[in-house]
């Protein structure tokens, strides 16, 4: 099974801010990666596919780069509505598997 | 508009056996595949299962395999996950989602059904 990795676990930030996180996968996804973003109490919300393609809908301060096996979210210019736990999902291969969660919180 | 709605979450004894549906509408079902994700209480993702547009082919998570059978209904428009041997473990709100295409992301999600495992 593909081993996904997010860093940091947590990230502390300002309304403003421009923020990475990173997904590093056990071994190459070519471009097959999703992002998600979960607030409290509700379901996942995919923001990006094919790793960096952004879902219909999606503000464009969201941008994601990589392939392979390491990839990364940016935010830039975090808005109060961004303050969120993101995940990544690798879907290049089953099962399919999520890293374990960024928490964006307010610094 | 996509809607994804589960239903079937419950307590259950440690041993029991639980069904849990999906029931879909604003798309064509039956073009799409199906999966199930979980997310513990406080704690992430997991993947649990997934099935292909005819129900012929599954796929699932080493954690719920041979306990855990996805089926679909392309008639009702409904997915279905069969809980047996269940464990504390899989204590957990079940999110139903639609696959982006075909084996793919998961585009739309349901509000989630709770699943907890518990003497």
């Known amino acids: 099974d593909i081993q996904m990795t997010q860093s940091p676990s947590t990230l502390s930030a300002s309304v403003g801010d421009t923020v990475t996180i990173t997904c590093r996968a056990s071994?190459?996804?070519?471009?097959?990666l999703a992002w998600y973003q979960q607030k409290p109490g509700k379901a996942p919300k995919l923001l990006m596919y094919?790793?960096?393609t952004l879902e219909d809908g999606v503000p464009v301060r969201f941008s994601g780069s990589g392939s392979g096996t390491e990839f990364t979210l940016t935010i830039s210019g975090l808005q109060p509505d961004d303050f969120a736990t993101y995940y990544c999902?690798?879907?290049?291969?089953?099962?399919?598997?999520f890293g374990q969660g960024t928490k964006v919180e307010v610094k | 508009e996509v809607q994804l709605v589960e239903s079937g979450g419950d307590l259950v004894q440690p041993g029991g056996s639980l069904r849990l549906s999906c029931a879909a509408s604003?798309?064509?079902?039956?073009?799409?595949?199906m999966g199930w994700v979980r997310q513990p209480p406080g704690k992430g993702l997991e993947w649990v299962a997934a099935?292909?547009?005819?129900?012929?082919?599954?796929y699932y998570a080493d954690s719920v395999k041979g306990r855990f059978t996805i089926s679909r209904d392309n008639s009702k428009n409904t997915v279905s996950l069969q809980m047996n041997s269940l464990s504390a473990e899989d204590t957990a709100l079940y999110y139903c989602?639609?696959?982006?295409?075909?084996?793919?992301?998961?585009?739309?999600w349901g509000q989630g059904t709770l699943v907890t495992v518990s003497s």
């Open positions: 989602a639609k696959d982006w295409g075909v084996n793919s992301c998961y585009d739309f």
């Open positions: 604003g798309f064509t079902f039956s073009d799409y595949v």
């Open positions: 099935i292909s547009v005819t129900g012929t082919t599954a």
């Open positions: 071994q190459s996804l070519s471009k097959w």
């Open positions: 094919r790793a960096s």
């Open positions: 999902q690798q879907y290049n291969s089953y099962p399919w598997t």
